[in-house]
DNA sequence: CACGTATATTCCAACTGGAGTATATAAAAA
DNA sequence: TTTTTATATACTCCAGTTGGAATATACGTG
């Protein structure tokens, strides 16, 4: 599977690890919850596992999974500078917009709507 | 292709991404910054584009690319849970240093460090 | 021990995406 | 117009991934 996107990348699995963020859970519950087979979600979870992306223990016959910070981290890093980007982006068409508000005297306030 | 995030798990289409950040650039210095065939390159500027990660001009010959922010706002959108899931264990892991110093009275200040 | 429950693993078929190569298109240059 | 440069597309091949069904493993209970 090798990266961290590739994990990512699947449906299924991000769904599972949106259900981990609350708190953690049992194969069986995620199972219900997600209405997929049992097999499948052992498999992602595996993958999961594998990555660092969670991490279990055992209650007699079930275990429990959780999340586990690094693996999502190291996205948001790579994320960081396309970050800083768009922000630019923002604030251009903020001052555009503003630019806007200049030129028309005040068009009675409103949420930026069309209609 | 389907999802944003099956488009950036592709290493090539990371690096790509990663380069347009600085600046816009033509295929040809991509082809040769990355040191990837032409072909390569213009199918995942078309994997690319078509999810809307970059958007291209034309400068007679030569097509330029440049960043569009959406998408990778979008995988942003969907960290920001997760953000606020680690950013706790790091409170918690604070916590427990600090607990760690209170105990030992302050071995002579170093960076944490073993060996 | 036999049985039920919870989870993991294996095997297989179908599909998909990426690499490589060749070729098409379009614009500039000679 | 012919040639060269820049980019896009088409085609084939291969590897890896996913889903499904069956099966294996492990634990708990009667």
């Known amino acids: 599977m090798e990266s961290v ?3 990512i990348a699947e449906p ?3 769904a599972i690890l949106s259900l981990l963020v609350s708190s953690e859970q049992s194969v069986g519950e995620i199972e219900r919850q997600l209405h997929m087979p049992q097999p499948a979600v052992s498999k ?3 993958v999961l596992r594998d990555a660092g992306f ?3 223990t055992v209650d007699a016959q079930r275990r429990l ?3 586990r910070p690094g693996p999502l981290q190291e996205v948001d890093a790579w994320l960081a500078p396309f970050r800083r980007f768009w922000l630019a982006h923002v604030d251009a068409l903020e ?3 503003d630019r806007m508000e200049k030129a ?3 068009p009675a ?3 930026t709507r069309k209609k």
């Open 95 to 97: 001052r555009h917009l």
């Open 109 to 111: 306030k409103r949420k």
């Open 104 to 106: 028309k005297p005040a």
């Open 44 to 46: 992602h979870l595996r």
């Open 54 to 56: 969670v991490e279990s």
């Open 5 to 7: 996107f590739e994990v």
């Open 65 to 67: 999974y959780r999340l």
């Open 12 to 14: 299924n699995r991000r």
